[in-house]
Structures are given as C-alpha cells and as structure tokens.
C-alpha cells in the first residue's frame, strides 16, 4: 500500500488564482481530512469526510472547497488563493474516526506558497 | 480559543534521561486522544492513543497519562535517544457531524535530545 499520497509536495500560487491539492489512499478508509499548519502552531482542520458524497466544515474552512465523489479521493480546493493560505497543507485518513478505534494516517504535505 | 505564537515550546533533554511532554485540553466532553511525533518535513507520525476511560496507556518505552479532572494528557518518553528529537502534539477527538469525529491538535512541543 502506498497509504497517503499527496501532490504537488510544492506550489507557488499568485494572489487570486486556483488550484486543486490532490490527496488519494490506497487503505479503503472511510474518512478523509485536510489540515494546514503554520508556523509555531499545531495542525488546523479544515475540511473532512466521513465517506463518499459526504462532508462537513471544520475549524478553518473559509477559503477552501472539498468534495468527495470516491472513496480513495478527497481533493481540496483554493478558488482565489490569498497570501493568508500560504501554509504546509496536510491530508489525512484512518478507517472511521467516530469509532475512536482508528487514528488518522497522515500524507507528506504540500508546502504552498501565495504572493 | 487556541494560542497563537511562531516560537514552539521546547524540552531539552540528555540522552538516556527520560522525557515528559504536557498537554491541556479544553473539551470535557473529548473522549478519545492522540500524541504524533513530527518531524522536520514529515507529516505527523501516531505514537500512541487513551480514551478517556482510561488514565494510563503504555506502549514501547512511551506512556500516556490522562487525568479528566484537570484536562491534562502527557507524555513519558523512557530513555530518550537522539531519534526522539522532534516535535510532539496532543490531539483530542470531539464529535463533529454526520456521526465523524474531529481531531483538534494542540500546539506541539519541540523536544530536542542532546548526545
């Protein structure tokens, strides 16, 4: 298994423009999220799933879009990128976090970089 | 609301000396945690896991130590080697939507090891 990939590993982005950060597994995991971290600070959720054609906010989610059309996939969206996204951008996945049994596997990241 | 800062806090420790990293959390309603050891780069790594009916879990010379009554979960690292050298967050599970959970993570903690 490949577990968690993520691409691009690095984005440099103008102000306003968008993009698509890719995150896919290889485990048949139900549940998906995203992350960004910034400087000092731990981990921020963002977006997560909970399975296919499901999905909900989490603390940060202004800014960014997600869908969730297969299980393996959970892209996450920038529409107009802002110098304020600029962060390290983490997915992640674990079989069904509600059960409390299953802790989340985390991808490589993808560092973006908005000017 | 969560703390902000660029500077991590840190633990300085002499290898073969054991290490103990803190945590608070602020949820009393969390009933499950995480401890992930990041390194430079990486995405985070799972070390250990408690629910909350627990007050002690021990795994490979690391041990998790949970009191509810003041929301404090640390860290014991045993025999700290020059490998352990990263940074250390908590992360507690709080119910979210369509039955899934959401892991909010805690600042971190730069733990360095000194030969």
């Known amino acids: 298994n490949a577990g968690v990939t993520q691409t691009p590993k690095f984005q440099v982005l103008k102000t306003g423009q968008s993009m698509t950060l890719q995150c896919a597994q290889d485990?048949?995991?139900?549940?998906m999220s995203w992350y960004r971290q910034d400087p000092g600070m731990g981990l921020r959720l963002i977006h997560y799933?909970?399975?296919?054609?499901?999905?909900d906010q989490g603390e940060v989610p202004n800014g960014y879009n997600v869908s969730r059309s297969t299980t393996e996939d959970f892209p996450l969206r920038l529409l107009s990128a802002a110098p304020s996204q600029t962060s390290v951008y983490f997915c992640?996945?674990?079989?069904?976090?509600?059960?409390?049994?299953?802790?989340?596997?985390f991808g490589p990241g993808t560092r973006l970089t908005v000017l | 609301g969560e703390s902000v800062g660029l500077h991590l806090p840190t633990l300085s420790v002499q290898e073969g000396d054991n290490s103990i990293i803190n945590c608070a959390y602020s949820?009393?309603?969390?009933?499950?945690f995480i401890w992930y050891k990041q390194e430079s780069g990486k995405g985070p790594q799972f070390i250990i896991d408690?629910?909350?009916?627990?007050d002690k879990r021990q795994g490979q010379r690391v041990t998790v130590l949970l009191n509810k009554t003041v929301k404090h979960l640390s860290l014991q690292i045993a025999a700290t080697q020059p490998g352990d050298s990263a940074v250390y967050f908590c992360?507690?599970?709080?119910?979210?939507?369509?039955?899934?959970?959401?892991?909010?993570f805690g600042q971190g903690t730069e733990l360095s090891v000194k030969p």
């Open positions: 949820n009393s309603a969390s009933d499950y």
């Open positions: 992640a996945s674990s079989k069904f976090l509600a059960l409390r049994t299953d802790t989340q596997y």
């Open positions: 408690i629910r909350s009916n627990m």
């Open positions: 799933s909970v399975g296919a054609g499901i999905t």
């Open positions: 992360a507690e599970n709080r119910l979210g939507g369509n039955q899934g959970g959401k892991l909010i």
């Open positions: 485990m048949n995991h139900e549940y």
